[in-house]
Structures are given as structure tokens and as C-alpha cells.
Nanobody, 123 residues
């Protein structure tokens, strides 16, 4: 049974950086090769941010974060990271990581979710 826990959220000024971590316990090399990052701002739906494959490192990003956010994996630690640079107030949201079998951009495509971590960017 895979369990996900995010960490690294917090309050940062616009232009600053944060690195989110998603620890995946119980994961094996044959299960849930795809990891997604999503975010949800107050009053809005859950939005795709980025995704990555454990096995190949293949990544996808939504247009609004390209060039600012980078996701990568540490297979030895079973941890996925989201490095967020040049943060903007509109990046403020609860950030979630999710595990699935395909690199998809919609929440229903992922089976396991973490509880989320709050990111707040002040102007």
C-alpha cells in the first residue's frame, strides 16, 4: 500500500523559492511509475502542475510553471521533489502529490494522494 506525504510548504515572498518533497512509502519499482503534482487554490478546482516517471525521469509541466518549476526523483529515497523558483502570488495554493500508472494531467488519473502542503506567496 503506497502512502504519500508532502512537506516543504510555507510562506515566501514573490520571487522567492521553495522545494516541496513527496515521500512515497510502500512503493515498489513495479507499482505507480507516474507521479503528479497538483495544486488547489481557495474556491478553485485541483489544477495540474507537473508530472514525472520514476523509471525514465520524463517530465511534463503546465505552461504557467514552465521555466520556473522543476520536478525530479530520488529513487534511493523514494522521494519526488518540486523545486519552485520565481514564485508568484498566483502560485498560492495547497500542493498535492499523487501516484498513478500514466502521466496524466487530470486528477482522476491518479490513484493515491498525499494530504497536501500549503504554499503562500506574498506580494
Amino acid at each position: 500500500q503506497v502512502q504519500l506525504v508532502e512537506s516543504g510548504g510555507g510562506l515566501v515572498q514573490a520571487g522567492g523559492s521553495l522545494r516541496l518533497s513527496c515521500a512515497a512509502s510502500g512503493r515498489t519499482s513495479s507499482s505507480y511509475d507516474a507521479m503528479g503534482w497538483f495544486r488547489q487554490a481557495p474556491g478553485k478546482g485541483r489544477e495540474f502542475v507537473a508530472s514525472i516517471r520514476w523509471s525514465t525521469g520524463l517530465t511534463y509541466y503546465t505552461d504557467s510553471v514552465k521555466g520556473r518549476f522543476t520536478t525530479y526523483v530520488d529513487n534511493a529515497k523514494n522521494t519526488v521533489y518540486l523545486q519552485m523558483n520565481s514564485l508568484k502570488p498566483e502560485d498560492t495554493a495547497v500542493y498535492y502529490c499523487a501516484a498513478g500508472n500514466r502521466l496524466l494531467t487530470y486528477p482522476n488519473g491518479y490513484d493515491v494522494w498525499g494530504p497536501g502542503t500549503q504554499v503562500t506567496v506574498s506580494s
